[in-house]
């Protein structure tokens, strides 16, 4: 494999441990066994002034007396102590180090310990795993350099894990022997190298068949977003467990590591961008890898699933359904050689139950019943769900089903416990790790099947050339927003015409003389509005008449309206009838704007059935959010109305994201409240813009 920057780091040819130790069950004594155990091959420099050897290796009394400058220091000393041989690390220009305590001290003064620490391995450009972390074990590269007990994790791995929590790490990979990793790292609180750039070395081993993030926040959003490119691009599944999705607990991702914390709207879309599988709990994130690195990749159509009970079957089915798992239709071929094999009072159907009578042949009938329905052209993967045997134990039977079927259809297929259960069978690792795994509960398989399959749509996604906007258009647009100011309706409309958004043109008039030549220009009915300026919901404070019909009636209403909101009014065209959407940006503190796509209207904000894209996007990728939403069947036509005309709103939102992400440095906010979707095309007729005044992000001003 190619050279890499965090190789001194996780691949060093040297590592001194300071602080190593023989007391047991200390950071210092672990860290030492571990690189040893992990089958360290380079040199190893235990460092600790109390002692003149360590096992076999000379100890050194301080890191200056080594022979050489190592790659890398592993920091075993109390906190009191690190500052000091920090400084000698830095003095002699180390490369790399791991932190993996927790850098408080008592009565500290500001800028406290971390900070401290910090601040001196960024200007030394030094490499760092950690603060408060448990190390990492680059298992490929025999490198270990966890300060804890750990199992033994035997080469060859091919999930990687990085994890901002350390009992994350350790928590999966000590426990969960399915799972074999070729590098897990316990990022800890990343006071200088961060997810990504681990994520970054991990796609580039050749091993790797599944990524794993256990992750807080993204302390360098933009790095992230990059290493998630990456991986899309090399077509290497990430599995994401990201916590802090409700306010609350986002509120203790910034109390616990002092980090900034996005929006998890968008982490969703940032996900959804790049095809990351995120994973609901610990139990589940680890199914996911278990089934990414052994099932990965599935071919079209659904899942086909063998049973040995009539209820579990059905129960199957609903779990399934609540999962938004396809189930494979079988063929009407497929059917019929079922029905030969099956005992009679068996339906040939899937989820199968082809357990009957038992007997000498339920064996064979199982297998043959199995490779049968995996053979369907619309069958992508199969599962067989069981019930452990007495004490926990698998039925050979069961893993000899799937190995025939496996072969003679070359798809993947599992094993499922219907139950979890404190068994132990040594069968269930080896026959996972030969590539049949066997998993614990259907509902979490069925998770993981869920992610195989979008996983699997993802790498078939292809995303359309997206037009670039005019330089002058972007030009003058930036230079006008750049002030911070907040547009009115009438210049919000003209820059989303002038981006190709498709957008009504108010004509502005402010006396009785303009408003009737407005009239007369746009013709009849109309829209009269108040252009008030800073009057957020004009509708409220009767600010909109829709339909007025002639001359008079406008005369009319629009003494009414600047008799209460003064004379400045827009006049514009009514729009065709159809479903009211919102198109919207709000800046997150990490990723920058955002797009936000919904359900509009007046009552927009009360039913809050949007979905979040980052932008630029394409126009299959504003269906995809489209037909995520939960008002999606409105937009087919409710009580007579005829359907929307979604492809429509779809473009629309492609070229606003576009304008969005050209003018990405200068927007703050825009609301763009409705774009009215008829059965003909879309329109927005209402938007308000307010720039970014870049100096006040600063705090500048
Ligand atoms: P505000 O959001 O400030 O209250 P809008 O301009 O969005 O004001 O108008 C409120 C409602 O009036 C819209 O949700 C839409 O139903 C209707 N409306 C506004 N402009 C038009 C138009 N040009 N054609 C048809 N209906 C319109
Ligand atoms: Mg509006």
Not at 477 to 496: D, K, N, Y
């Amino acid at each position: 494999m190619n050279k890499h920057r965090l190789d001194p780091l996780l691949r060093p040819r040297s590592v001194a441990i300071v602080g190593a130790s023989k007391r047991v069950d200390t950071v210092g004594s672990w860290a030492f066994i571990n690189l040893q155990k992990g089958g360290y091959k380079g040199r190893i420099y235990p460092v600790n002034p109390r002692y003149k050897t360590l096992g076999d290796l000379p100890c050194f009394a301080s890191l200056a007396e080594l022979p050489e400058v190592p790659d890398l220091v592993v920091f075993a000393v109390s906190d009191a102590r690190l500052e000091g041989v920090l400084d000698e690390a830095i003095a002699l220009q180390v490369p790399a180090a791991v932190i993996q305590s927790t850098l408080v001290l008592d009565d500290d003064p500001e800028p406290v310990l971390r900070e401290r620490i910090q601040q001196k391995i960024q200007n030394a450009g030094m490499l760092l795993c950690g603060g408060n972390g448990m190390g990492f074990y680059n298992v490929r590269d025999h490198v270990w350099t966890c300060g804890f007990d750990s199992a033994d994790h035997a080469a060859p791995g091919n999930v990687t894990l990085i994890s901002h929590s350390g009992a994350g790490m350790s928590g999966i990979i000590d426990c969960e022997e399915r799972l074999r990793v070729n590098l897990a790292v316990s990022a800890g609180n990343e006071l200088a190298t961060t997810m990504d750039e681990y994520l970054d070395f991990a796609l580039e081993l050749p091993e790797t068949r599944v990524v794993g993030l256990f992750v807080e926040t993204a302390r360098n959003p933009e790095g992230f977003a990059a290493a998630l490119r990456k991986a899309a691009q090399r077509r290497i599944p990430v599995v994401a467990l990201k916590v802090g999705r409700t306010a609350a607990a986002a509120k203790l991702t910034v109390s616990h590591s002092g980090a900034m914390a996005g929006d998890d709207a968008c982490y969703e879309a940032l996900f959804d961008r790049y095809g990351v599988q995120r994973a609901r709990d610990q139990d589940e994130f680890t199914t996911l890898l278990i089934m990414f690195a052994e099932l990965h990749p599935v071919g079209a159509g659904g899942l086909v699933s063998l049973h040995d009970s009539g209820g579990e079957r059905q129960l199957l089915v609903d779990l399934a359904h609540d999962a938004g798992v396809p189930l494979t239709k079988l063929s009407g071929t497929t059917l019929e050689k079922l029905e030969d094999v099956l005992d009679p009072e068996l339906p040939a159907v899937n989820p199968l139950d082809a357990w009957s009578r038992g007997g000498p042949d339920a064996s064979q009938m199982m297998t043959n019943a199995l490779t049968l329905m995996m053979q369907d052209p619309g069958a992508a993967l199969g599962v067989v769900v069981h019930n452990r045997a007495p004490y926990g134990k698998i039925y050979a039977s069961y893993l000899s089903y799937m190995q025939r079927a496996r072969a003679d259809s070359a798809k993947p297929v599992a094993l499922v416990s219907a139950t979890q259960g404190s068994g132990q069978d040594d069968a269930v690792v080896t026959s996972t790790h030969a590539g049949f795994p066997v998993l614990d509960g259907v509902s979490r398989f069925l998770q993981g099947v869920r992610a195989l399959f979008a996983y699997r749509d993802f790498l078939l996604r292809e995303p359309s050339e997206l037009c670039k906007p005019d330089v002058a258009v972007v030009r003058h647009w930036q230079e006008r927003l750049r002030s911070g100011e907040t547009l009115g309706e009438h210049e919000s409309l003209q820059m989303l015409t002038d981006f190709g958004v498709t957008a009504t043109s108010p004509l502005a008039a402010n006396d009785e003389e303009s408003v009737v030549a407005a009239g007369a220009e746009c013709g009849y009915p109309l829209v009269l509005k108040t252009a008030r300026a800073g009057l957020v919901h004009k509708s409220d404070h009767g600010g909109v008449i829709v339909g007025i019909a002639d001359e008079e009636q406008l005369r009319q209403m629009y003494a009414l309206m600047r008799s209460r909101l003064g004379d400045d009014v827009l006049i514009s065209t009514v729009a065709d009838a159809g479903v009211e959407m919102i198109l919207g940006v709000k800046r997150d503190p990490q990723f920058g704007p955002v797009v936000i796509l919904g359900f509009g209207g007046v009552l927009a904000e009360t039913i809050k059935d949007v979905q979040f894209a980052l932008p630029p996007f394409d126009a299959a990728h504003a269906r995809r959010c489209v037909e995520r939403m939960k008002f999606r069947p409105l937009l087919d036509g409710t009580r007579g109305a005829p359907p929307a005309n979604i492809d429509s709103f779809c473009r629309l939102a492609e070229r606003f994201s576009i304008m969005v992400h050209a003018l990405e440095e200068v927007l703050s906010e825009v609301d763009v409240n409705p774009v009215i979707v008829s059965d003909n095309d879309s329109l927005a007729v209402d938007a308000l813009v307010v720039g970014r005044d870049r100096r006040e992000d600063r705090g500048a001003n």
